[in-house]
């Protein structure tokens, strides 16, 4: 299961189970956006989420997420809800959506003892057109990442792609310090997927390698700071921010994002990628 850098390698068979779990992941998000509008509380969010999970036989990897042996200081909610300039971690709550407030859904599942792990960020009701654009630009970041990964490369092509398409873009902010990761029997686990570049070799991208990669960035600074609950990163200097999450993994005959509902297919074969899923 594990190469010379413990990095966990999965059988086609796990590969099937991981994408049920991602099924669970994108129905919730498809959920979950529906329902993001403006009066509605993101603990109201969280109690469908729960629902959803339920639904599907599936278990939450964030709820109880890095709790102490005494079950006290994990964290409270089945998914991160994040508002304008909160980046990422978000605790849901009493929280009350705001007409142009933008909204990172963060949320992952575990089925069989694998897990699905994606993020969105929705707009509620009228938001700004930069902000927008924002989230244009973070979205598409993730998918140029995606889009350069193959098999035999490594993880540095997915972060030199996400950091080239933001940069392009405009003067946005990369989030300092927050990664994507490989995923499987446990929700975070090496390697871990920069989105700008970084030195050093990095690990080599074969197949039944899975990975979380997950672009966020911000209107200003790319400075953050974790809030008193020990949860909640916002920016710095309360600019707005965009988060977007896929788990995707590598196949003979392309990309596979197992936490799309089509795979991932129509976006990658819009970008001129091969479809690596059945």
């Known amino acids: 299961m594990f190469g010379r850098e413990?990095?966990?390698i999965k059988t086609p068979a796990q590969i099937e189970v991981m994408r049920r779990a991602g099924l669970v992941v994108a129905s919730t998000l498809a959920l979950l956006r529906e329902n993001a509008v403006a009066g509605v509380t993101t603990g109201q969010l969280d109690e469908l989420a729960r629902q959803n999970l339920a639904k599907h036989g599936a278990t939450s990897n964030f709820l109880n997420y890095a709790a102490?042996?005494?079950?006290h200081g994990g964290f409270p909610g089945v998914y991160c809800a994040s508002v304008n300039e909160q980046v990422v971690h978000g605790i849901p709550g009493d929280q009350v959506l705001?007409?142009?407030?933008?909204?990172?859904i963060d949320f992952g599942a575990?089925?069989?003892g694998w897990h699905g792990d994606a993020a969105i960020t929705v707009g509620i009701g009228e938001?700004?057109?930069e902000h927008a654009e924002m989230m244009r630009v973070t979205e598409d970041a993730l998918w140029a990442g995606l889009a350069a990964a193959k098999l035999g490369g490594r993880v540095a092509d997915i972060s030199a792609a996400i950091e080239d398409h933001v940069r392009a873009a405009g003067s946005y902010g990369i989030t300092d310090g927050l990664t994507g990761h490989g995923i499987g029997t446990s929700m975070h686990q090496p390697p871990?997927?920069?989105?700008v570049r970084t030195g050093g070799r990095t690990a080599k991208l074969v197949e039944g390698l899975v990975l979380a990669v997950e672009p966020m960035i911000t209107m200003g600074t790319a400075d953050n700071r974790t809030l008193a609950d020990d949860w909640t990163i916002v920016t710095s200097d309360g600019s707005y921010a965009a988060?977007?999450?896929?788990?995707?993994?590598?196949?003979?005959t392309g990309a596979w994002v197992l936490t799309a509902e089509d795979g991932g297919r129509e976006r990658l074969e819009t970008l001129g990628v091969p479809y690596g899923g059945p």
């Open 192 to 195: 871990y997927v920069p989105n």
């Open 243 to 252: 988060h977007f999450e896929h788990t995707f993994t590598l196949t003979p």
């Open 6 to 8: 413990r990095i966990e």
């Open 110 to 112: 575990v089925v069989d």
């Open 127 to 129: 938001i700004a057109p």
């Open 68 to 71: 102490d042996p005494h079950g």
């Open 98 to 104: 705001q007409n142009g407030d933008i909204f990172s």
